[in-house]
RNA sequence: GGCCCCAUAGCUCAGUUGGAUAGAGCGCAGGAUUCCUAAUCCUGAGGCCGAUGGUUCAAAUCCAUCUGGGGUCACCA
C-alpha cells in the first residue's frame, strides 16, 4: 500500500462529498491537489494542498474549506488528528493502528514492498555505457555506467519491462586502428622486432595476448593472406577480445546488460539496415540533397563546400540538418544511429533511454530529431547526460593522458576503492552535477562514503536479530512469524516514526522513476538508515525502547518486525543502486 | 558566436516537480558507550537560494534578460 495514494484517494471521495462541491457550477479540477509527506514531520505525518487549490474555485477562504474536508475525518480510527496550518494546509497525523497495519503489510512483501505498477509493463530500453571496443574501460565510462544500471533497475522496480542494452562501436575507422594495432602484436609475437608502437596505433599492453593468441592459432598464414582478408578476421578477434574485457570489467562493477548491439550488423549485407532506414525517412519526407552552411564563429582551415545527402532534422525540432551519406557515398556514423533507432523502434519499445557523458551534449537534438521523424512521435526518447567526473587523490587533480596509455582504468578504480563504493558514490549525486571523486576521500576515510553508513544500518538491523536470539534462544524470528506479529505494542513515537519513513518507499520509487532521477534512491536509503541509527541510539537513553527485551517477548517479536521491515526496505534500495547489504560489518 | 548543463551554509551537496520557519554530511564549538556494533547518536553556531524584472493566494523551484563556471560545435566514431 501507498499510503499516500491512499489517502488521497479518501481526501477525493471527502471532497466529492461535500454540499458545497456538489452545487458548485465552477469547473473542480482534483488533479493539482498533492498528498505527501510535510516538509517538518512535527506538522504531522501526511500533508495536503488540497484547501489552497480549491480554494479558488470554489470561492472560499482556504482554511475554512480545509476545515470543512477535516470535518469528514472526524471519526476515522485511522487518523488521530487533523490540523489546518499556514496557509491552509491540512496536516493528518496517522494513528497507530494505521501504522501497525502498514508493517504487516511491509513484512508480508518483505523486499518486494515497494515494487510498483507505475510501469504498468511498458517496453523501456536504457542504453548505457557504449564505450567504443577499442580497450578497456577507463574511469570516466563509471558514472553512466552506474547510472544507466541503476536506473534500469529502477524502472524494472516500478514495473516497466526494462533492457539494458549495449551498443558495440565496432564498425568505424577506430576499429581498422584496433585491427592495425593487433596485427603489430601478431607480428610481434611471431618474433619480430616492432620498435615503437608508431603514433595513431593502440599502445596498450592489453593487445599483447590478443596478437599472441592470433600467432598461436594462424602461425605464419595470417601475415601470408591479402590484406582484405586478413583485416577481417583480425577485426573479428580483436573486436571479442575487446568486448570479453569489456564484459569483465563491467561485471566487476557488478554491471550485466542484456543486450548487446553491435553497429557491424547495420553495415552487414551491403548497408541493408541503414539503406532501409534512409529509405524510410526519404518516403516521409525528410531526405534531401543540398549543402550544409558553414560552422559559425571560426572557419575550421579544412572547410569544404560539398553537397551531400542530408536528413533534414530542423523540421523535427534540431538545429541543424545533418549529414547521411559522405560525399565519398559511404554512410555517416549518424546514418547508422538512426538505422539502429529504427530497430530498436520495431523491437517495440515505448520508451527509450540514453544515457550519455556531457561532452555527447551536442548530440541529444539530433536523437530526439531521428525519434520524432522515424517513430513518428510515438516512441519516448529521453537522453541523460551526466556530468564529467573530476579525479583527485588527497585534493590534487589526477591527471590523464590517453596518448601515452597513462589513463586510470575502471578496474583499478573498483580495486582501489570497492566496488560498492564506487557505486554508491555515483548514485550519492544528481546526475546533471558534475562530480569530484578523491581515492583518498573514499578509501582512507571510508566512513566519508555514505554507503557504509548505509550498510551499517543494514547490518546493525541483522546485529539486533542475532542479540535477540541469544537472549531469547526459542525467539522465531522467520518472516512469516514476524509478519504474523501483533503490533499493538509498538506505540512510541519514535518507532512511528521509522514506520512513517518505511511508509515513503513506494511513493519515492514511483518519483524517482517518473523523473528518471536514481540518486533520489541513494538519498532516502540514508534518510531510512539515519533513522534507523537515531532510533537505536535512543535505546540508550531509555532502555525500554531497545529492540530486545528479554522479560516481554511478545514487545521484543514486535520491534523485531519493525526491525526486519527496515531491513527488508534497506536491501531492497541497496539492490537498485546495484550494492550490497551485508549482514555484518566487522 | 550558437546550443546544452550548472550556480543553495566556510566546503561538498539535497530540496518530495509551485507550498509552511530552506535541509544533510564534512568542518567548527560542546555533549552521550559498565548498554542490541561509537562505522552511531544528541545540542549549538553558520543563508540576500548568483543578479534584476515578470507570472499568482504562494517562487530556491516556472518565464525573460544578465553575470560567472563547465561541456560541446565540421564527411571522426
Known sequence: MNVFKDL???????????EIVKTSEASINLDRITVEPPRDSSHGDIASNVAMVLAKPLGMNPRALADMIAEAFAG???VLHTTVAGPGFLNFRMSAGYWQRLLVEICEAGTDYGRSDFGAGRKVNV??????????????HCRGAVVGDALANLLSFAGYAVDKEYYINDAGSQIDVLASSVYLRYREALGESIGEIPAGLYPGDYLVPVGQALAAEYGQRLASMPEAERMEIIKDRAIAAMMD?????????????????SERTLHADGATAIRRAINDLTYKGHVYKGKLPPPKGQLPEDWEDREQTLFRSTDVGDDIDRPLIKSDGSYTYFAADVAYFRDKFERGYSEMIYVLGADHGGYVKRLEAVARAVSGGQTKLTVLLCQLVKLYRGGEPVRMSKRSGDFITLREVVEEVGRDSVRFMMLYRKSSEPLDFDFAKVTEQSKDNPVFYVQYAHARCHSVMRQAVEVIPDIDISAETLAAQDFAG????????????????PRLIDAASAAQEPHKVAFYLYDLASALHTHWNRGRDTPELRFVNDKNR?????????????????????????????????
Open 490 to 505: 509498538l506505540t512510541d513515537e519514535s518507532e512511528l516514526a521509522l514506520i512513517a519513513k518505511l511508509a515513503e518507499y
Open 245 to 261: 574485457m569489456i564484459r569483465d570489467d563491467l561485471k566487476a562493477l557488478n554491471v550485466v546488460h542484456d543486450v548487446f548491439f
Open 8 to 18: 488521497e484517494a479518501r481526501i477525493k471521495t471527502a471532497v466529492e462529498a461535500l
Open 76 to 78: 476515522d480510527p485511522d
Open 554 to 586: 511478545q514487545l521484543t517479536s514486535a520491534r523485531l518486525g519493525l526491525v526486519y521491515a527496515v531491513a527488508s526496505v534497506l536491501k531492497s534500495g541497496l539492490s537498485i543502486t546495484g550494492t550490497d547489504a551485508p549482514l555484518e560489518m566487522r
Open 127 to 140: 542504453e548505457f555505457v557504449s564505450a567504443n571496443p577499442t580497450g578497456p574501460m577507463h574511469v570516466g
